[in-house]
């Protein structure tokens, strides 16, 4: 059987060229970074548990991208540039398959953001996915869930609710065609972190995170954090590829409460709408107004006739959600 | 139920006094930090599974403390002085009496070392403990696994062997006093980061880590990284309290192999044995010389006559052991 230092050197270790970026990787007590003159740090941790965050059966070399894309997401939601992550891993078993999969997928994503994998742990127990994530940004530049002003255009890139219908249609809740369900199912396990666009939208956006729990949910973090409240319409929110084939009342349930999106939710004055433009331009991504920051507290869902919708609908939560 | 927010906020949040290293703790995206002006950054992370690092029943108030002193005794290892640690933690239910003491004996070790936590995830599953510690240290001042050289001396900090004495009584492989086992007990669930020592060993000793997996294992890695041997006088080896009573071969097998010491182990050239001392004083920590780097590969043990010992002895594994 693999041994954990075995395992450690045998799936994880990287040969990279020297960085100066850091001084010491994988194989001590800790690894040492230099930090870039005048840069801050931003840090952020996911733990993903088995049968909880993913099927057990899960797709291994998914599942890898998955876990690192989620902590990028992190990054993206404060305009971060990534640096570096470490990674613990308890694992019922050092199976080579699974293993070989898992760092392929985890690795490729790392490679592609230039995000070094450079400490780590491993444990028998549980199936359960540890990491911590660093990047860098200039000072006063993050962007934060407190900065939302009133009068901000709310922004949202890319699209929302695939993923959710994937899970539904696992949970044969709904029925897709197998070539539907396997583009939603993308959206569910391969989510793409919008690294590009957090950067470009610097000193441009006010307020951003990235959406994980639902739109509502995270949205009302923005709304809790920076004082304020918001109108939304409903119907002008982007829905996904497939979910937009789906009936009006499954679209606003899962654009607004679906879960699992990784898109970037921000802020930004209207005299920034162009540059927001340009920001989405330059990153490649799209992007979709649709509401506004307002001084009365609360969330308010409009429809295309600027009519309050009345839907009861609540964000995931770990611990009260069964 | 508690929320998974209500749970942070209640368990987890501290309120700080302003502190010019952090521009933003729990509650974002991302913690930020202000990495010190040409100071390096140490970074560890450990993963505890409940039933393989610690009982399931184990006493929360320990646990917490348990938890954030192994990454701390990393931080120690390389000579860096604790910043900030992110927590993640994977709960099966939201159990007030557990959170009150697991996040109290945390965040006592934490503020005794002006540790700061900024961040983490809460999520639910079975029961597992990742942090992720950051300290600072000067540039080529960090006490590296890779540095010890021929002719240095090898010390060891504190004691070895009264966490696995514990654990033998535990498993009812010994039997102790009362006394005895809540002494040698508390070695097990108490460990004490030896930062202080570490900070104050910069530009004294060559290599250093800590021991968890046991001395042989892990002076066995200094040896393999720095690529040398070492003799090692096996009866000198200081043992821990409640251990130095047992017979020889038990005081043999737990200080060699015993695992869970979380002591430094370090190597220093003979023209530092002064200032070795001084530091242990400084720490108000002991020292003990136990051997010497060779050039030889390998390591051997030695009576008090100098005869070598014949033990078959092995390093913990989690993917090996049983």
């Given at each position: 059987?693999?041994?954990?230092?075995?395992?450690?050197?045998?799936?994880?270790?990287?040969?990279?060229?020297?960085?100066?970026?850091?001084?010491?990787?994988?194989?001590d007590?800790?690894?040492?970074?230099?930090?870039?003159k005048?840069?801050?740090?931003?840090?952020?941790?996911?733990?993903?548990?088995?049968?909880?965050?993913?099927?057990?059966?899960?797709?291994?070399?998914?599942?890898?991208?998955?876990?690192?894309?989620?902590?990028?997401?992190d990054?993206a939601?404060?305009?971060?540039?990534?640096?570096?992550?470490?990674?613990?891993?308890?694992?019922?078993?050092?199976?080579p398959?699974?293993?070989?999969?898992?760092?392929?997928?985890?690795?490729?994503?790392?490679?592609?953001?230039?995000?070094?994998?450079?400490?780590?742990?491993?444990?028998?127990?549980?199936l359960?996915?540890?990491?911590t994530?660093?990047?860098?940004?200039?000072?006063?530049?993050?962007?934060?869930?407190?900065?939302?002003?009133?009068?901000?255009?709310?922004?949202?890139?890319?699209?929302?609710?695939?993923?959710?219908?994937?899970?539904?249609c696992?949970?044969?809740?709904?029925?897709?065609?197998?070539?539907?369900?396997?583009?939603?199912?993308?959206?569910?396990?391969?989510?793409?972190?919008?690294?590009?666009?957090?950067?470009?939208?610097?000193?441009?956006?006010?307020?951003?995170?990235?959406?994980?729990?639902?739109?509502?949910?995270?949205?009302?973090?923005?709304?809790?954090?920076?004082?304020?409240?918001?109108?939304?319409?409903?119907?002008?929110?982007?829905?996904?590829?497939?979910?937009?084939?789906?009936?009006q009342?499954?679209?606003?349930?899962?654009?607004?409460?679906?879960?699992?999106?990784?898109?970037?939710?921000?802020?930004?004055?209207?005299?920034?709408?162009?540059?927001?433009?340009?920001?989405a331009?330059?990153?490649?991504?799209?992007?979709?107004?649709?509401?506004?920051?307002?001084?009365?507290?609360?969330?308010?869902?409009?429809?295309?006739?600027?009519?309050?919708?009345?839907?009861?609908?609540?964000?995931?939560?770990?611990?009260?959600?069964?």
């Open positions: 059987m693999l041994s954990e230092f075995d395992l450690i050197k045998q799936y994880f270790v990287q040969n990279y060229a020297s960085d100066p970026r850091f001084a010491l990787g994988i194989g007590d800790c690894a040492l970074i230099n930090p870039s005048g840069m801050q740090l931003a840090i952020s941790t996911d733990m993903l548990v088995s049968g909880r965050h993913f099927f057990p059966d899960a797709d291994p070399v998914g599942l890898g991208h998955k876990c690192l894309a989620v902590n990028l997401s990054l939601a404060m305009g971060a540039k990534p640096l570096a992550f470490t990674l613990a891993l308890s694992l019922p078993e050092a199976n398959t699974w293993l070989a999969g898992f760092s392929q997928g985890l690795l490729a994503l790392a490679q592609e953001h230039n995000c070094r994998l450079i400490g780590g742990d491993t444990t028998k127990g549980p359960n996915i540890c990491i994530i660093f990047g860098e940004l200039p000072p006063e530049t993050a962007l934060r869930r407190d900065a939302a002003q009133v009068g901000d255009d709310i922004w949202i890139s890319g699209s929302l609710g695939d993923a959710r219908l994937a899970l539904a696992y949970w044969q809740e709904v029925t897709l065609s197998a070539e539907q369900h396997e583009l939603a199912a993308k959206r569910m396990h391969q989510p793409t972190p919008r690294i590009k666009l957090g950067i470009a939208l610097r000193g441009v956006a006010h307020a951003a995170l990235d959406i994980s729990d639902g739109l509502i949910g995270d949205l009302g973090h923005i709304l809790e954090c920076s004082k304020v409240g918001a109108s939304i319409l409903v119907d002008s929110l982007p829905a996904g590829l497939v979910l937009r084939q789906q009936v009342e499954k679209r606003r349930e899962y654009t607004l409460a679906g879960g699992d999106d990784y898109e970037l939710c921000f802020t930004a004055p209207l005299c920034q709408r162009e540059a927001v433009l340009a920001a331009l330059a990153s490649d991504t799209s992007v979709t107004r649709i509401g506004t920051i307002e001084a009365e507290a609360g969330l308010r869902l409009l429809d295309i006739n600027n009519k309050p919708i009345n839907m009861q609908l609540r964000s995931f939560d770990h611990f009260t959600t069964p």
